[in-house]
Each structure stands twice: as structure tokens, then as C-alpha cells.
């Protein structure tokens, strides 16, 4: 990140703060398009110069034909007549080449700002710690990434010009019209509060129902990934027409409330049109009497109603673009709250250099540790374990006891309320996270298969690896085999999550992945649950020929694969209750033996 993305992170992390109030009223949450705009000052200069042209341009055009009425168009006058018109066309042209430039600058800012916005919203998020999770869906993020920032971008890509030169051309008119005829200029000006107070009233109840109605999408949004992304459950339960009926009672709820937003926007529209034009109405009939009397020529009025008809266009514009800025207001809203969002697991402002290369000594001291979600349930409690360089340590114990929860804390997605985690005699608080987990590969018990071909999916370990590695590592895995028979072999789309391999063959790549990082720290949750017979032997192989040398740390309810490891570790209830050899602790009575007489007897 370079110095000026820095700074407007920082600008948008103390606006962010200023609007994150649901309560925050108007427009104020847009403060924090700010920073945003900052970068593009050029562009911005160029369309309010086109802008200014465009305004110019049309406020010419009245003054135009009162000049042809007051000429009148006989053949005396018909050289002035030609000019008028000539003039005429020549605004026109200038007008359309404002408005067209002013439109694609407009635009251009529009789609900048947003992708900017978007970039610095997945920037936040992808950087928070699980427990930011544990109560934001996903779905939720993503509706925010969509469907808000597209209402932000009607703003700033549109609203945001119409509303400037609408109160340009406002400006413009109200001054021409009272130069025109100061009286008729007073009478107008006596129904600009009329106007504003509906605007008002009917835009701060827009912007409530706005929010509401985007929560309401955002829900049926994050219901929606949720199911579809696990559909093969959903239909073995035959849950169908249940999750149909959830997603129809989410959506209603959104069209309820999104109907409720549309009909008070559609009565201060109505509201807006019959005050302004009745107001007209009246000033026109006081103008055709001062004509009649004599008092102002035919020009003058027609001059007076084309200023009066760009001012009331200009008021209409900018109602509707109110009600636009009331529902962006409530969409930035949410977006600075993600893009303010603070994780729980930060670095340290001057972090401690890693040695290199790093040894991969690991040391848990006293660990408790209770989840975010459940503070009154700890996971685990006064836990200590110190794995040396090289040394291979399996966890086992009955589910619940805490072994996914060590790894969680080695790779630092969350700190333990009591003791100290160290890496090569680091603590990980005095860390930067992104220097010690570049040192460690690890194996999930769900593997991830991205939506990429199989080069890219194995690369994910160390993108600068050529392939000749990734065939290495695949190989390694017994991936090999099954990667190259697919149709276009490592290059082939494996599908969204994998859904192409099955569930041994995911883990392989997994495998695969971890093995191509060449980490000196490995964590392996399950690695070969699974596997067939015949693949857990070829990649358990694999493993222990990576193994040698480097430290790992392994979870395995099937006991068989961690024999051969340097110390079993036995967990229960969040304590260490054994620990040693394979031999040492089938002999002693106690949990490991009863595992192991249930796996190895039965």
C-alpha cells in the first residue's frame, strides 16, 4: 500500500467513525466519499467546467426568443430573425457538446469512486479476524458490495451532476427572472418554502425506509448464498419447498418495504409537481395582466416563463435527486461500517523481524481460551505444549476437546484471554500475522477448492511457483493421476467449491497446496479423513517424507496415521490429561488406550 492509499484509508477510517450512527441524519454519511473524490480532482474540475458551459448554454436560450417575439417576424426584421436563429443553433451545438462531455466525465468519476469503494470495502473485510464472522454473514457483505454501491454509484455517477446543474440552472433562473421582472421574480420567490418544507419532511422519511428496505434485501440476499451453497443438503432432506417459502416470506418483506420507500417518494413527486406548477399557474396570470396592460412586452413573458419553466424542472430534478441522496446516504452508511469495521487481531505497530530462516519452534504457555460467541465456555484452559524444531506432534481426544481450537490460536484468527503463544520464541502479539503464517501450510479437515482451474488452485501455496512444481506437488499428493485424465488435465475449471472432484480428491489438492508452500511449521487437520485406503497410504507417504525436517503439528481421529509421530498429545475438556509414544500410551489406562482399543479392536 503506498503512502496516498494509506492516507485515504486513514480518511475513510475517521469518517467512517463520524457516520457510523444508525441515527445520523440526511446526507451526512455521503461525507464519506471524500477521501474517494480526493484522487480524481482533475476529472472533477473538467465536469463542473463542462457543467458551467452546459447551464450557460440553456439560460442563453430564453433570451434568444424573447428577442424573435419582440422582433416580431416580418420581412423587415428577417435578418435579425436569421441571426436569432443561427445564434440559436450555435447554443444548441455548445449545449450538446457540454452535456455529452459533462456525461461521460460524470460517469467516468462514478465508475472510479465505486470501484475504489468496492476495493476498500474487500480490502477491510478480507483482513478481519473469524470472530468478525461469527456475527456478519457473507451474504450480507456481498449485498453491501452490490447492491449499495450501486445506489451510491446513481449518486455519484449521476445524481450528484443533475443535482449541481439543477441548482446552477436554479441559481441561473432565479437571477435572469428577476432582471426579467422583479415582481414576478418576488412571487416566485414566496413559494420556494412551500416547496422546500414538503422536500424536507417527505426526504427524511425516504431515507429511513431506504435503510430499512436494503437491510431487508441484505437478508434474503445472505439466505439465499446460504442455501444455494448448500443445495445437495437442502434436496437430501427434501427441504425444497421449505427454503422456497423462507426466501418468498424474505423477498415479500423486501418488496413491502422497498413499496413503502417507492410511495412516499411518489407522494413527494406528486406533492412537489402540484405546488410548483400551481405556483406557475398563478405568476403566468399575473404576467399575461401586466402584457395585457401593457407593462411588459409578449418577449419579456415568454423570456419570464422559459426562466420559470427551468427553475421549476430544476426544483422537480432536484426532489427526485433527494430522495436518491436519502437512499445513498443509508447505503454509505453501511458501507462505512464495514470499511470502519476494526478486527480484534491486529499487528503491532512495530512488529519484531522473524529470524531467518525460521526454525518452526512452537510454544503454547497457559493458554485459556474461550470463543467470542460463548465467553463463559472455555474451550480451552491453562493448555501448554512445546513443539520443537523438526519435532512431529499429533493432537487426538474425542470431539469438543479443543483440537481445532489450537490451531485457530497458532494461526493467530484469534487471541486466547490467558497465556502466550510463541513462534521461534516469538510471541505472536509482538508479530506481524502475514510474516509468521508465511511460514506455516496447513491442511484443513474442509478442504477449499476455489472456483479456478487445478494449476491455480495448488499455486495458492506459492503463487510463483512454475508447473513442473505444481505437477511435483500434485504427484506428491496422489493428485497427479486423476488431474491429468480430466479433459483439459491441469488446466481444467474444477467448478464452484470443487463440485468436479470428489471429497478424497479435494483433499488431495489440498494436500498438494500445503506441500507446494514448503513451510517449516505444518498443520494438518484431518488430512486424510477423506481418502480411500489406498490414497490416505500414498499421501500419509507423501506427508512423512515432508514431515522430515520440519515441525508438524497434526489432528487425526484416525489413530493409525499418527502412530509413527514423535508425541502424541491427548486432549480432553480443553487440558492436556497424556501425553507420549503410541506404545506409552496404549499401555497406561486411559483415554488414548480407549480410543485406540475402539479403532484398533473392533
Known amino acids: 500500500m503506498d503512502r496516498r492509499e494509506a492516507h485515504r484509508v486513514t480518511d475513510v477510517e475517521d469518517y467512517a467513525a463520524e457516520s457510523r450512527p444508525a441515527g445520523t441524519a440526511g446526507a451526512r ?100 479476524s473469524p470472530a468478525f464472522f461469527e456475527h456478519t454473514r457473507t451474504g450480507e457483505v456481498l449485498s453491501r458490495l452490490t447492491a449499495d454501491t450501486t445506489l451510491v454509484h446513481t449518486v455519484v455517477g449521476s445524481s450528484a451532476s443533475v443535482a449541481l446543474r439543477s441548482v446552477l440552472l436554479l441559481i441561473g433562473a432565479i437571477a435572469l427572472m428577476t432582471v426579467t421582472s422583479p415582481l414576478l421574480a418576488a412571487a416566485i420567490a414566496a413559494l420556494i418554502p412551500i416547496i422546500l418544507v414538503p422536500i424536507l419532511l417527505f426526504g427524511r422519511k425516504v431515507r429511513v425506509l431506504s435503510r430499512t428496505s436494503q437491510d431487508r434485501v441484505a437478508d434474503f440476499s445472505a439466505m439465499a448464498g446460504e442455501v444455494l451453497n448448500a443445495i445437495p443438503v437442502v434436496q437430501a432432506f427434501t427441504q425444497e419447498q421449505r427454503e422456497s417459502e423462507r426466501f418468498g416470506v424474505a423477498a415479500t418483506d423486501a418488496y413491502v418495504s422497498a413499496l413503502k420507500r417507492t410511495t412516499v417518494r411518489a407522494l413527494l413527486t406528486a406533492v412537489v409537481i402540484v405546488v410548483v406548477f400551481g405556483g406557475i399557474v398563478a405568476v403566468l396570470w399575473m404576467g399575461a395582466q401586466r402584457v395585457i396592460e401593457g407593462v411588459m412586452t409578449p418577449g419579456e413573458l415568454s423570456q419570464f416563463v422559459f426562466y420559470a419553466v427551468i427553475a421549476a424542472g430544476s426544483t422537480g430534478a432536484l426532489s427526485e435527486v433527494w430522495g436518491d441522496v436519502q437512499r445513498a446516504g443509508g447505503a454509505m452508511e453501511r458501507l462505512l461500517e464495514l470499511i470502519g469495521a476494526r478486527s480484534e487481531i491486529e499487528a503491532p505497530d512495530q512488529p519484531k523481524p522473524l529470524p531467518e530462516p525460521a526454525r518452526g519452534e512452537l510454544e503454547l504457555d497457559e493458554v485459556t481460551f474461550a470463543y467470542p460467541a460463548h465467553p463463559d465456555r472455555p474451550v480451552l484452559q491453562g493448555f501448554s505444549l512445546h513443539i520443537k524444531p523438526g519435532e512431529t506432534v499429533a493432537l487426538v481426544g474425542a470431539s469438543g476437546a479443543g483440537k481445532s481450537t489450537v490451531f485457530q490460536l497458532i494461526l493467530r484468527f484469534y487471541d486466547p484471554q490467558s497465556g502466550e503463544i510463541r513462534f521461534d520464541g516469538l510471541p505472536l502479539k509482538d508479530l506481524k500475522p502475514s510474516d509468521f503464517r508465511r511460514h506455516i501450510a496447513l491442511v484443513p479437515q474442509d478442504s477449499v477448492v476455489f472456483a479456478a482451474d487445478a494449476i491455480s488452485n495448488i499455486r495458492y501455496g506459492k503463487p510463483d511457483a512454475d508447473e513442473q512444481q505444481v505437477r511435483r506437488a500434485a504427484s506428491l499428493a496422489a493428485a497427479d493421476d486423476f488431474l491429468s485424465s480430466q479433459p483439459d488435465g491441469y488446466s481444467t475449471f474444477l467448478g464452484e467449491r470443487g463440485l468436479r472432484l470428489s471429497g478424497g480428491q479435494q483433499q488431495r489438492l489440498a494436500v498438494a497446496r500445503a506441500l507446494i508452500k514448503d513451510a517449516p511449521l505444518l498443520l494438518l487437520d484431518e488430512a486424510t479423513s477423506s481418502l480411500d485406503a489406498e490414497s490416505e497410504r500414498k499421501v500419509q507417504s507423501a506427508l512423512e517424507t515432508l514431515m522430515q525436517g520440519r515441525t508438524t503439528l ?49
Request: charged share 15%.
Open 554 to 602: 497434526v489432528i487425526a481421529h484416525r489413530l493409525a496415521t499418527v502412530k509413527q509421530a514423535d508425541r502424541i498429545v491427548v486432549l480432553e475438556g480443553g487440558k492436556v490429561v497424556a501425553e507420549g509414544t503410541h506404545e506409552q500410551l496404549y499401555a497406561n489406562a486411559g483415554l488414548y488406550q480407549r480410543l485406540a482399543k475402539l479403532q484398533f479392536e473392533t
Open 29 to 128: 454519511p455521503l461525507k464519506g466519499l471524500l477521501p474517494f473524490l480526493a484522487p480524481h480532482k482533475g476529472l472533477i474540475i473538467s465536469a463542473l467546467l463542462a457543467l458551467l458551459v452546459a447551464a450557460g448554454a440553456t439560460l442563453l436560450l430564453p433570451y434568444a426568443v424573447r428577442q424573435m417575439i419582440d422582433l416580431g417576424f416580418s420581412a423587415e426584421s428577417s435578418a435579425s430573425v436569421d441571426r436569432y436563429f443561427v445564434a440559436m443553433f450555435a447554443v444548441a451545438c455548445l449545449l450538446a457538446l457540454a452535456t455529452a462531455v459533462r456525461f461521460y466525465l460524470v460517469t467516468r468519476l462514478g465508475e472510479a469512486i465505486i470501484s475504489d469503494i468496492r476495493k476498500a470495502v474487500f480490502d477491510n473485510v478480507v483482513r478481519m
